[in-house]
């Protein structure tokens, strides 16, 4: 098949771009022909991926890119009303072309700012896109179910939110492997800043006395003032540096490492590459390991308000001591195969 695929496909990374690339690498691998247009803010630093500056030049990659494709699929989050026109005009150009339009809704805030629309634009672009697509992939039942308000069931799908990682991925990552070999129990911080919550509950959860030898603490960070944080990091652990380990926040291959050992996954806000509310929220997935796939069947948004990162470091600890929830709401625990049936 010919496809082409849109969404976030640049740093730094988390699970939507790093679901969006494994999928194109999936669909490569399996002897498809795929082109990419990048729409995050961020470019890619991948050659065969299309970077777009402005809606012209989304515009412009869309049409040409477009043409003769069998399928094309947009990913988003959805938060972003210009992301939401991009998504409606990848429809349009689908019927266009004659092609097969593909919608999928990453797990976030959906299910709250989808009931929040506004009625003069907003509604209207979220019934015209569900009404006109062919399918539209949902990677949590709330999303799901919240989007029945759009448009009835009969070309939703449910398909959990995953990372492919092969097995030679890891294999090439001999240094980052060989630092989490001993280590039982994995968080990983992706995209910190000093400035965060989420900087607040890592020095909260190194600093305390609870924190064990076999735990190790993964940290990704965009920010220009890295090495400050990073000394910061490692005297809040009161001599016990071996627990933290820094990758860089553009490394996919460390960033598929972190992930493929990670039991729970923290980060900013965010939505086509694009950070929201990071002084104040963090997003906090319990991870789940079936085979060569990363699943995020159990999450949590947390929002501060006072002194709330001690607190939330407590409940990062107690999560990280329970097994991710059986994937009961799923089909199928096949993603990259789901999609393509999908496809056809």
Do not use: W
Not at 81 to 108: Q, Y
Not at 307 to 334: G, R, V, Y
Request: charged residues 25%; glycine residues 4%.
């Amino acid at each position: 098949m010919k496809i082409l695929l849109i969404g976030n496909f640049a740093p730094p990374f988390e699970e939507e771009n790093l679901q969006n690339i494994t999928l194109f690498n999936k669909l490569v691998e399996d002897g498809h022909e795929c082109s990419v247009i990048n729409i995050s803010i961020n470019p890619s630093t991948d050659n065969r991926f299309i970077n777009t500056k402005s809606n012209i030049d989304y515009l412009t990659a869309l049409l040409r890119h477009g043409l003769k494709k069998d399928v094309i699929h947009f990913s988003t989050k959805g938060y972003l009303r210009v992301g939401l026109l991009k998504m409606m005009l990848s429809i349009f150009a689908a019927k266009i072309f004659r092609a097969k339009s593909i919608i999928t809704f990453h797990s976030e805030l959906f299910s709250i700012l989808g009931q929040m629309r506004s009625p003069f634009g907003g509604t209207q672009t979220l019934f015209t896109s569900f009404f006109l697509a062919d399918k539209i992939i949902f990677a949590d039942k709330d999303t799901f179910d919240v989007a029945a308000m759009y448009r009835k069931r009969s070309n939703f799908e449910l398909v959990p939110a995953f990372i492919y990682i092969p097995d030679s991925s890891i294999k090439r990552d001999t240094s980052l492997s060989e630092k989490l070999k001993d280590k039982k129990k994995v968080v990983f911080f992706t995209n910190i800043m000093q400035s965060s919550f989420l900087f607040e509950i890592l020095i909260e959860l190194i600093a305390g006395s609870s924190l064990t030898e076999d735990t190790g603490i993964i940290i990704s960070s965009y920010s220009e003032s890295f090495p400050d944080l990073k000394v910061r990091l490692e005297t809040a652990t009161k001599g016990r540096k071996d627990n933290l380990i820094f990758i860089e926040q553009d490394d996919i291959q460390s960033a598929l490492t972190a992930f493929s050992r990670a039991d729970i996954v923290l980060r900013p806000l965010t939505c086509d590459g694009e950070m929201f509310f990071e002084k104040f929220t963090v997003s906090v997935k319990k991870v789940h390991h079936e085979g060569n796939t990363v699943f995020f069947p159990n999450g949590l948004v947390f929002i501060k308000e006072g002194t709330a990162a001690a607190i939330c470091a407590n409940i990062i600890k107690t999560m990280s001591s329970f097994e991710a929830s059986p994937l009961s709401d799923f089909k199928t625990l096949d993603s990259c195969e789901t999609i393509r049936i999908i496809y056809e």
